[in-house]
């Protein structure tokens, strides 16, 4: 057992993932976008928490990440952040929020800090960005990076399959990370990449490298929380470890509650006043 569980309850914060890295202990990391859901998933002993723009799928009911506003990031953003004790909190920058200038981008994430109370931030994309990257990070402002599948890109890619198979995207993967690294970011997510090219990356950063859908050589692992305890139906890519089936508990859970109220059993003596 590592982190909360063995009684480590200090603050996970970005120097001691570098630290994690350096010592070769593998970083835990799990989205969540409200305050009960953050509440359990750090007392689990996550080290990083991810509000991520999968908000705008898994809790919005969107096709992609796209329509998420900065306003309802900022919402969720709050909400996990009351929840959490000891891991680092990192809110996505919504689409659209970082893209068009970088005094646009860093007034956007200063926004972000002030109301949430995060400690970092995550945002897409390498050499395209990079002058937002700088400028956020000039502000005080802890960045995380994110590469190989974008899904704020998904309408440029066209689809979900994996990213940087051929050598030239590869080649620009691994020269952005570098960039990222160079700019001062303090982790980058690789998502859906072959996992030899996350290996060379992570090999290559000396800043930790966490994956999704990018293989077991790399410094972390990080799921969507809902995917990962199997409330979410009808998505399985191969990355997808699922540790419950919370789908078929709730449904079982919520039919029974159906069934109660319907033959006047629920609520019984002792659940009156
Ligand atoms: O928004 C998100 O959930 C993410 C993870 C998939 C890394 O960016």
Redesign the pocket.
């Known amino acids: 057992m590592s982190g909360y569980l063995s009684g480590d309850t200090r603050k996970v914060t970005t120097h001691r993932l570098v630290e994690m890295k350096q010592r070769g202990e593998k970083i835990s990391?799990l989205?969540a976008y409200d305050y009960t859901t953050a509440q359990i998933v750090d007392g689990a002993g996550v080290d990083v928490i991810?509000v991520?723009?999968?908000?705008?799928n898994?809790m919005a009911g969107n096709v992609t990440?796209l329509p998420i506003t900065l306003d309802q990031m900022i919402y969720h953003g709050k909400s996990v952040v009351r929840g959490v004790k000891r891991a680092l909190v990192v809110v996505?920058l919504p689409f659209g929020t970082y893209q068009t200038s970088a005094y646009e981008a860093v007034t956007n994430a200063i926004q972000v800090m002030k109301i949430t109370h995060a400690d970092a931030l995550?945002l897409?994309g390498g050499e395209e960005v990079i002058d937002a990257v700088k400028k956020i990070i000039a502000a005080g402002i802890p960045i995380m990076g994110?590469l190989g599948l974008m899904?704020q890109s998904i309408n440029k890619y066209g689809t979900y399959t994996v990213r940087a198979k051929g050598e030239e995207e590869a080649e620009k993967l691994v020269r952005d990370a570098h960039l990222l690294e160079e700019a001062g970011c303090f982790a980058i997510?690789l998502?859906k990449i072959p996992a030899v090219l996350a290996q060379r990356v992570a090999r290559e950063l000396t800043i930790p490298v966490?994956g999704?859908g990018a293989g077991g050589y790399v410094d972390g692992q990080?799921?969507?929380v809902s995917d990962m305890l199997g409330m979410t139906h009808g998505f399985s890519p191969r990355f997808l470890r699922r540790y419950a089936d919370l789908h078929t508990v709730m449904t079982g859970a919520i039919g029974q509650y159906v069934e109660d109220v319907k033959k006047g059993d629920f609520p019984n003596e002792n659940e009156q006043y």
């Open positions: 990391m989205t991810l991520g723009d999968s908000a705008s898994v990440t996505d995550k897409e994110h899904p997510v998502e966490i999704i990080v799921l969507v």
